[in-house]
């Protein structure tokens, strides 16, 4: 059975958990803005809660009330073969960025294994086959050595510390797509694309701490926090539409109100109905002498 920790404070957040030290009772935000920094959409849900899995209802959400969009830039939380699919089944161009590889120092690593699409099996670094073995229900296809070869081979212990002396290779059902999004991520376009982020999505979590007290809140239960962050970005859009209007040397009397009113009625809605949004940005609070403090993790963000 598994142990899940509650806070007695507020039982709404959840725990996260970020590498060894960082163990806190937060509330994540899952914020969407386009390629101007205006934000689409926002989702309040505890910190435990991991991006990857609310992703196709939020992608939903944006496109059923803004349109779909040509691409999307994402960050390493949301590279997952699930998802790489249902981009390119979209025809949505994913623009992820390069995840190093999480094996142990000394040892090889995942690419120095080469599959074979023909024969449906791996090939080791000592040119000898991993075999199929079985398929679990996470939908990873795993791979494995024979004993007998491995017991004589001169990188064992470069290669496994299994006691059966057997190496076992994973490779998910559709591993094709996460491999042809890494194959984008040399383009032009996706090192474009995503030098944006740090202009659009990082800037607006970067205003909302910094000018809109959002660092910290002091509010319990997911509704408040989620009322709070719809107000605070509807003034942000506000703020940055009024910027505009001044820079073109214009007046709101000039300017179709009907466009502003969409976007209010929009988050409004939201914050109602409780409905998802895309996923772009996460921010974590911190539970610190009677306040939560926001924390950056991953972002994504929505090109029209």
């Not at 992703?55 to 390493?76: R, Y």
């Not at 997952?80 to 992820?96: N, Q, S």
């Not at 107000?231 to 466009?259: C, P, Y």
Request: charge should be positive; proline fraction near 3%.
């Amino acid at each position: 059975m598994k142990e899940v920790k509650v806070s007695t404070t507020d039982p709404a957040c959840g725990l996260f958990v970020k590498g060894e030290k960082e163990r806190v009772f937060a509330y994540g935000f899952h914020t969407a803005c386009d390629k101007n920094g205006f934000v689409l959409g926002v989702k309040v849900t505890a910190g435990n809660v991991h991006d990857s899995t609310v992703f196709q209802d939020v992608l939903e959400q944006v496109q059923e009330h803004v349109g779909k969009p040509t691409a999307v830039v994402v960050d390493s939380g949301y590279k997952t073969p699930y998802i790489c699919k249902h981009l390119f089944d979209a025809e949505i161009r994913p623009v992820m960025p390069y995840t190093r590889p999480k094996t142990k120092d000394g040892f090889f690593k995942k690419y120095e294994y080469v599959y074979d699409e023909h024969y449906d099996c791996y090939i080791c670094p000592n040119e000898q086959m991993l075999t199929y073995e079985l398929t679990n229900k996470e939908g990873y296809r795993m791979y494995k050595s024979s004993a007998e070869k491995c017991k004589a081979c001169p990188f064992l212990k470069q290669c496994t510390e299994s006691k059966d002396f057997t190496k076992r290779v994973s490779r998910h059902i559709w591993a094709d797509y996460v491999e042809e999004a890494d194959h984008l991520r040399h383009t032009a376009e996706n090192n474009e694309l995503y030098s944006k982020r740090k202009e659009t999505i990082e800037r607006v979590f970067a205003d909302m701490k910094e000018k809109h007290g959002l660092r910290w809140t002091t509010l319990r239960g997911i509704e408040k926090v989620s009322m709070q962050a719809m107000l605070v970005f509807a003034a942000m859009n506000l703020k940055k539409m009024a910027t505009w209007l001044w820079k073109a040397g214009r007046s709101f009397q000039d300017f179709e109100l009907k466009f502003i009113f969409r976007w209010l009625l929009l988050i409004s809605n939201k914050v109602c109905l409780q409905s998802e949004t895309v996923i772009i940005d996460r921010h974590f609070f911190r539970e610190s002498q009677g306040k939560r403090q926001v924390h950056h993790c991953w972002t994504f963000l929505y090109m029209f």
